[in-house]
């Protein structure tokens, strides 16, 4: 409770839990000396933009300048909390975070609640005694509106494994298996990539994972353990079956792929610190496979909104982060009639797993059904179905989401994405405690599609972070996305599969192969420009004059088009759609287009929404455009272009002065896979990302590349200091080559 005398408090939006429920067995006052950590949640310094497509993730450096805690806040905070008594044990600014620990009564007076120490058995019978209180959190005055979420007070289990066993198995398979089956893309084997997998219990035994991968004949996987919170690997427990399917599916999928574990509490902020761990570590993993979950009525406002938080950062960094969608049917095991979603998978920034059931021939692949998993009440179906909590997102829009069953349904964010194999019945062999077993649930579905994610990854040279919007595109109610096989049999209670998107198996399940083609075709990589190209950066990197119409272009008969299937005129490269949205009063933009062979980004004002012009795109850009029911396709421009696109500048005798002036583009210099030599976030101007230069100001030290033609230019830690010149180069979309070749 509010210490006397202390600092005015005033109430902590979204930190309400119900007073101490029926079930609890016994309740008692938590000792005012027992020693507890909370972790605080700070504000941004500002928000996130929206992800695009094709859009390069943030360096972290960046990352935590624009958009992680303020210095000042992180100050306020850690001091203010030193003299109320309470010890800083660690501060994040970038993950906006910061760890306190105290006595139950310093912490109480703080965030003027009380604490009870309560016992409950668990649905299998286990017995659980942990810390509860009841009723909203208050933080001091001086805090309001810096302090999002105090987490960790109580410190009740807040998810639970999303795994399922066997009653009988009909036929079961090893990861290898199915990435045959789901067509993993060939000659790629995850390396190069990091995958982090997020536990809130259990152990690995390296004994166990080095008899499995022995058995499928494969090298043991690289992987470490981090403890988060005081938690560490700790094998001898019921969960241990979770994390070894996770590691097994992963290992045997991506084998190349290192592989770091984060051990954390099983609460909300051990949740959530685990997630910012991963999401901020360096290396920044591909993927962060979740299998851990609970309703999202079950959680507070402010520790779904903070997981919601760190699991954005996640996606800004270049991570995309996979989450198990719940085995237990529509109603994710809460009996007030109605149905409900699993949290994180039903988070905006998560890409939602699924599950189903799926007869196929593990020596050949071939698929004879795939079904919606469900076994019936109590015997494990796949979650999904439609948030009550999160709007639907825009690139969702189209996909015929409907509104959730039961009394008082809207339309919101619609779980899963995607789908693969989760009923044990049908499940993946696995070796746990000695033994070699059968285990299935959406648990497995989550590091499938990590696994998939790295591969992809590593075929295309680029980070998928938040996938949906290419995964989506722009696939209408009803139709089949490309890379992937569409399920629209079966349902898990409240909702039903069918053709297209649908809340049991989200957009079906993947056809790795088509899938690495299809976000190929949707985010082209940048290659130099051959003819004459000029281009300059005004202050801010905006556009002072609207570029002149391009000449020459030779229209397509847009009824070639409409499949998506057709190809550039000169050969070689993907069809892609010109310039589809503008915002109203003609304020430019960038859009990629190809120029025969060549990407490139035509800046021109845009005043309403287009599709077709009748006369051709020169008339179109010269005169203006007009709404019409058919999309432009750009195959060839004569040589008299003026556009945006990545810039390609030789700086040189640059080493340790300061690039202040805006950048103009000169003649195309060679270089495949260098990339831009600008690290620090001091001084100098903003250049957007989609003009192809990391969004970051110009300013500090620049070196020439140093790394081995082998290795991959990513960091500052692969650029010396000591050379007399500075290569900037635009970044390419694939990594073939370091070797700067000016």
């Known amino acids: 409770m509010p210490v006397p005398n202390g600092p005015r408090l005033v109430t902590l939006s979204g930190s309400a839990r119900a007073d101490v429920p029926a079930w609890a067995q016994r309740s008692t006052p938590v000792a005012p000396d027992t020693d507890i950590e909370v972790t605080l949640v700070l504000r941004r310094r500002s928000a996130l933009p929206s992800p695009e497509p094709g859009e390069p993730p943030m360096p972290p450096e960046e990352f935590a300048a624009r958009h992680g805690a303020d210095p000042a806040d992180l100050d306020l905070v850690t001091t203010d909390a030193t003299q109320l008594g309470a010890q800083v044990v660690a501060a994040h600014a970038g993950a ?64 639970r494994p999303r795994i399922a066993h066997p009653r009988a198995v009909s036929v079961s398979y090893t990861p290898p298996q199915l990435g045959q089956i789901y067509r993993f893309p060939a000659d790629t084997d995850g390396s190069g990539q990091t995958i982090a997998i997020i536990e809130l219990g259990g152990g690995y035994d390296q004994r166990d994972l080095d008899a499995y991968f022995t058995r499928l004949g494969l090298p043991s996987p690289s992987v470490s353990a981090v403890g988060v919170d005081g938690a560490t690997n700790a094998p001898g427990q019921d969960a241990d079956g979770e994390v070894m399917l996770d590691i097994e599916v992963v290992g045997g999928l991506a084998p190349a792929s290192r592989m770091v574990v984060y051990f954390a509490p099983n609460t909300d902020a051990g949740f959530l610190d685990a997630v910012a761990q991963a999401a901020h570590a360096a290396p920044t993993p591909a993927a962060i496979s979740i299998s851990w979950g609970a309703s999202e009525d079950s959680w507070t406002g402010q520790a779904r909104a903070a997981l919601d938080g760190a699991i954005a950062d996640a996606v800004a960094l270049g991570v995309t982060v996979t989450a198990a969608a719940g085995d237990d049917g529509s109603n994710d095991q809460v009996n007030d009639g109605r149905a409900h979603v699993d949290f994180p998978a039903s988070s905006p920034h998560a890409l939602a797993c699924g599950g189903t059931r799926l007869e196929a021939d593990p020596a050949t692949g071939a698929v004879s059904a795939e079904t919606v998993w469900n076994n019936g009440s109590g015997a494990g179906a796949t979650g999904g179905g439609v948030s009550r909590t999160f709007e639907l997102p825009a690139w969702q829009a189209d996909s ?91 349902s898990n209670g409240a909702y039903r599969a069918g053709p297209g998107w649908d809340p049991c198996t989200g957009l079906g399940v993947p056809v790795g192969t088509e899938l690495l083609t299809a976000l190929t075709r949707r985010r082209p990589r940048p290659e130099p420009h051959s003819g004459r190209v000029q281009a300059e950066l005004a202050e801010q990197a905006q556009l002072v004059q609207p570029a002149p119409p391009l000449h020459d272009a030779v229209p397509v008969d847009p009824e070639d088009v409409d499949s998506g299937q057709h190809e550039c005129l000169s050969g070689g490269c993907d069809a892609h759609e010109f310039a589809a949205v503008g915002a109203a009063g003609g304020e430019p933009f960038d859009h990629d287009v190809r120029l025969g062979n060549q990407l490139v980004q035509v ?93 970051q100001p110009l300013g500090g030290t620049l070196g020439r590349c140093r790394a081995a033609p082998s290795a991959r230019v990513r960091s500052s830690a692969n650029w010396s200091a000591s050379a007399t010149a500075a290569w900037i180069w635009p970044r390419c979309g694939r990594w073939r080559s370091a070797r700067c070749d000016g």
């Open 603 to 695: 800046a021109v004002p845009v005043r309403q929404r287009i599709a077709h012009h009748p006369g051709g795109l020169a008339q179109a850009l010269g005169a203006g455009w007009r709404a019409g029911e058919r999309r432009i396709v750009v195959h060839e421009v004569g040589v008299q272009v003026s556009v945006h696109r990545p810039q390609i500048t030789l700086a040189e005798q640059f080493l340790d002065k300061r690039v202040d002036q805006p950048l103009v583009l000169v003649e195309p210099l060679r270089c495949r896979c260098c990339h831009v030599a600008m690290l620090s976030s001091a001084g100098g101007r903003a250049y957007p990302k989609k003009l192809g230069y990391a969004e």
């Open 400 to 490: 015929g989401v409907p509104a959730a069953a039961g009394a008082g349904g809207r339309v919101g964010r619609g779980v899963p994405d995607v789908a693969a194999v989760a009923d044990p019945a049908t499940g993946y062999q696995v070796r746990v405690h000695g033994s070699d077993t059968v285990i299935g649930g959406t648990s497995a579905v989550a590091p499938l599609w990590a696994a998939l994610v790295a591969r992809l990854n590593q075929a295309t040279g680029r980070r998928l972070g938040l996938p949906q919007p290419a995964l989506y595109g722009r696939t209408a109610a009803g139709a089949v996305a490309r890379g992937f096989r569409d399920i629209t049999s079966g």
């Open 96 to 159: 906006r975070l910061v760890r306190l620990r105290g006595t139950a009564a310093v912490l109480t007076g703080i965030f003027g609640t009380g604490l009870r120490e309560v016992t409950h058995t668990e649905p299998g019978g286990a017995e659980i005694t942990h810390r509860y209180r009841s009723g909203e959190l208050s933080v001091p005055e001086a805090w309001d509106g810096v302090v999002t979420a105090v987490l960790g007070l109580d410190d009740r289990p807040q998810a």
